[in-house]
């Protein structure tokens, strides 16, 4: 099971990115972890990309396809989920590319919906437990707004390729954890029995109410 994940900074793709890795039992791969890490180690790459992070800006394609590349090679090929990757069309077509490349494109397109006023609620809530120095007021609206500006639109081309999964992640970690997973496996069936089949998008955010959300 190949997975991206698309979703606004604070929608949890990192903490639903960790969930579906045990649970398919496949590598996950996080752009932001990995930036991080090379920051806090203090390589040349972290040198390189430290202001970016710091200033909420993406840091340029062809460092994080390099990385990303390297991290989907020194898997297994058993699988994947990616989070952070991609921030834009170019970063699609050429993370699309790669697939092509190595076998492994994407089966599924997880987009993770949440409210901006929630997001900023839960990246500001998130600054004082692990100091993110890229979660401060400030750069928090930088990031939501180059999300909607640059990533957002991807989306389509998703939903195009008939790969896009949407789930309404409003709701507590645990509760969005197995509404994802629900839809997984039913993609994995479908992904299991005919990988070529063309599907349409998969739309779960009006779920929400069912789990009882108001609004
Ligand atoms: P994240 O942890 O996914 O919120 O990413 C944190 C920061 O890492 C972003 O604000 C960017 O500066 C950088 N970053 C992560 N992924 C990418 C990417 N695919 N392209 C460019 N910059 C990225």
Redesign the pocket.
Known sequence: MNVLMIAP?GAG??TQGVVIAAHFDIPHI????L??DHVARGTDLGRQ?RD??D???????E??LTM?REALEATDRRGYVI??????MD?ARALYDIGVEMGSTADVALHLEVDDEELVRRLLARSSKEGRS?DTEGVIRR?LA?YYEVTHPILEWYGERGILVSIDAMRPADQVGRQILTALEVVRQMVDGDPEHPRRPIDLTGLGRAFGRTD
């Open positions: 900074p793709k990192g996080a752009t932001g972890d930036l991080r990309v970016y992070l200033r909420g800006e993406l840091v340029p394609d460092v994080v990303v989070d952070g990757i991609p921030r834009t970063q890229d990031r180059l």
